[in-house]
């Protein structure tokens, strides 16, 4: 479909119809393709021909990560030959899952991005530096190339880390767009500053983030945000996106949300009950793939907590947004009596000024609440009181503190980068579940 005809820019109701049409194709395709959803639909009864509209979802039962790690392979809908990519996912909450993409899901993966680059102001000709890897296994470093080369834009596939390496590219190539993990933007700001690079005269004039929230609820930019966008005068665009879903849901210019690709997912939000919550409140996100060849997924639980806005945009789209995730299902907090997640610790210091880096751990308390201890490493002594003005800060913006200790930087530094993963180790949950 072209950009100029998308789905997104119909009614509401014209774009639920034709997800309707597309859950049906799907079901038929899980009906006769894949060994597990077979079993699942004999063993409920499950008739999909009476499976007409998205409300009927609830009579399907969730998948749900431990089932994708117990039985991996038979959600496998193509024989081995067909698989043409192999990917596994980070292992956020366990084990990693192993996906096989199909050619023809490389070319869902293009679209995908395709799209989510547009919706966020690329456009033929810009030149976009991916600061993200796009070995080891990663899909989402693939999808970026395969999205951009689709679109039609330049790019410069650097990979993570190294600010010098990043900076020297960007003054050779002079790219007008970044793509990376938005607290990295920081150190090679950090690393501008400190080796005499102008970067707010440089080539860069958008940012866009992945893996890291750079909005509260309200769509306001949170402190992390706040923080790159006052030293360095660029557009901030956040993304939401999973292996499982093998889509990215980008906000456009005006930064409410991000919107959903009708033709690649259904999106289903819901609570404590297992069934959906009305619009605009808080839920489990649960997504349904629609267009995957090799590993479909029917009502899989992300973890991720989330809302959905069906108000049109003011970009014109009248597709379901999401709002910036609250945090993971699985992580949340209890902290003398308040409820949190990871992101808004983070939040806290990753707008800290004085901190190098820092590892949070969560363990079970003989109170039957949770026990946070934030370790951090500095940038260089300081003439005050760290720990106690750590503590001031948690509780300004979250009413309670953890508690705080000071390693040296180096020793956080080997926590947060081991050596198989590929995301920075930020957040650690030892509580027995």
């Known amino acids: 479909m072209a950009l100029n005809q998308d789905i997104e820019f119909q009614t509401a109701d014209a774009i639920k119809e034709f997800q309707e049409r597309k859950l049906h194709e799907a079901l038929d395709y899980l009906a006769a393709n894949s060994p597990y959803y077979r079993r699942m639909f004999q063993s409920y009864s499950i008739d999909v021909e009476k499976i007409r509209h998205i409300e009927d979802l609830v009579k399907i039962p969730f998948t749900e990560k431990k089932d994708l790690q ?37 070319d869902r993966l293009a679209f995908n991005e395709r799209k989510s680059f547009h919706c966020a102001g690329v456009r033929p000709g810009n030149v976009v530096q991916l600061m993200t890897t ?21 790019v410069i596939r650097v990979g993570n880390g190294i600010p010098e390496l990043q900076w020297d590219t960007i003054q050779r190539i002079k790219p007008d767009t970044i793509m990376c993990v938005p607290s990295f933007i920081l150190r090679l700001i950090q690393y501008a500053e ?18 890291e929230g750079l ?25 939401y996106s999973s292996t499982e879903m093998g889509a990215t849901f980008s906000e456009c210019r005006y930064g409410c949300g991000g919107h959903v690709h009708p033709e690649l997912i259904i999106v289903e939000i819901i609570g404590e009950d297992g069934l959906p919550v009305r619009d605009g409140e808080e839920g489990e996100i649960v997504v349904t793939t629609l267009g995957v ?138 509580r027995k579940k």
């Open 134 to 154: 796009i070995d080891k296994r990663f899909m989402a470093g693939l999808a970026y190339f395969l999205g951009l080369r689709a679109l039609g834009a330049g």
């Open 194 to 211: 400190e080796h005499g690079i102008d970067y707010r005269k440089s080539s860069i004039k958008k940012i866009i983030g992945i893996g």
């Open 293 to 430: 060849e090799g590993m479909p997924l029917l009502r899989f639980r992300t973890g991720d907590i989330a809302a959905k806005i069906v108000e049109p945009c003011k970009c014109g789209r009248n597709s379901y947004r999401l709002t910036p995730l609250v945090g993971r299902k699985n992580n949340m907090i209890k902290l003398k009596g308040t409820t949190l997640y990871p992101p808004a610790i983070n939040d806290v210091l990753d707008n800290t000024e004085y901190l190098a880096n820092y590892v949070i751990y969560v363990q079970d308390s003989e109170a039957g609440t949770d026990d946070v201890i934030v370790k951090v490493g500095l940038k260089a002594e300081q003439d005050f009181d760290v720990v106690k003005e750590l503590k001031d800060r948690f509780r300004s913006r979250l009413r309670v503190a953890p508690k705080v200790e000071i390693l040296p930087a180096d020793e956080i530094q080997k926590i947060n980068f081991p050596a198989k993963s590929r995301k920075p180790v930020k957040f650690i949950d030892l």
């Open 70 to 106: 117990l039985f991996n392979e038979d959600f496998l809908c193509v024989p081995k030959e067909k698989v043409i990519d192999y990917i596994t996912t980070s292992g956020t909450l366990g084990d990693p899952v192993t996906f096989c993409c199909t050619d023809k899901d490389l």
């Open 215 to 239: 909005r509260n609820q309200d769509f306001s930019l949170n402190l992390l945000g706040s923080k790159i966008k006052e030293k360095w005068d660029v557009e901030l665009y956040a993304t």
